[in-house]
T-cell receptor, first 117, second 113 residues
Framework: AQSVAQPEDQVNVAEGNPLTVKCTYS??????LFWYVQYPNRGLQFLLK??????LVKGSYGFEAEFNKSQTSFHLKKPSALVSDSALYFCAVRDLEGLYNFNKFYFGSGTKLNVKP | NAGVTQTPKFQVLKTGQSMTLQCAQDMNHEYMSWYRQDPGMGLRLIHYSVGAGITDQGEVPNGYNVSRSTTEDFPLRLLSAAPSQTSVYFC????????????FGPGTRLLVL
């Protein structure tokens, strides 16, 4: 079965410092990997995705993610954190499953990012 | 485009009551799905649909029903609410390709007493 793991429940970083939110995946075929962000009392917003090609994927709000096939990881990064980046971040992998080959998302448990001024 | 809309935003139910959570999208997406979000558990798939008239169960379907009579709408019905169904519910939609981004609604917060 496909799965993603986010090993850190919470990440704390000072404003202006680089941030990394970790994600590892387990898939049987080609990985289709996504990062979403959730601000308080809001729905999930798409940040970026890896389908194929360059291992460094650039996304919204200055975020990027590095795909590493040998380590089966897809860590989210940002060179300089902002207080406004504080939110809940979800990694997800998508694969075919079910009666109708539905493209099911498997979500990680989420990592809360706290950026302190 | 309004994107994915959900109503109501918040609802309080008593055990045994029934209700319908509404979801609509105006992007002509084939796929629609319902998730529930509980602390520390990420999002879990309840039911999904790959087109009008076609639905299937996800990971946690018990106690919920769905139907999809149009491309735009995908309501989620709670038949007899239980406290274990207290959660935040998200509707999402996307095109059918596995590389496609899924778009989420703002969520419905449900409290079952």
């Amino acid at each position: 079965a496909q799965s993603v793991a986010q090993p850190e429940d919470q990440v704390n970083v000072a404003e202006g410092n680089p941030l990394t939110v970790k994600c590892t995946y387990s898939v049987s075929g080609n990985p289709y990997l996504f990062w979403y962000v959730q601000y308080p009392n809001r729905g999930l917003q798409f940040l970026l995705k890896y389908i194929t090609g360059d291992n460094l994927v650039k996304g919204s709000y200055g975020f990027e993610a590095e795909f590493n096939k040998s380590q089966t990881s897809f860590h989210l990064k940002k060179p300089s954190a902002l207080v406004s980046d504080s939110a809940l971040y979800f990694c997800a992998v998508r694969d075919l499953e079910g009666l109708y080959n539905f493209n099911k998302f498997y979500f990680g448990s989420g990592t809360k990012l706290n950026v302190k001024p | 485009n309004a994107g994915v809309t959900q109503t109501p935003k918040f609802q309080v139910l008593k055990t045994g009551q029934s209700m319908t959570l509404q979801c609509a999208q105006d992007m002509n997406h084939e796929y629609m799905s319902w998730y529930r979000q509980d602390p520390g558990m990420g999002l879990r798939l309840i039911h999904y649909s790959v087109g009008a008239g076609i639905t299937d169960q996800g990971e946690v379907p018990n106690g919920y029903n769905v139907s999809r009579s149009t491309t735009e709408d995908f309501p989620l019905r709670l038949l007899s609410a239980a406290p274990s169904q207290t959660s935040v519910y998200f509707c999402a939609s996307s095109y059918s390709g596995v590389w496609e981004t899924q778009y989420f609604g703002p969520g419905t917060r449900l409290l079952v007493l």
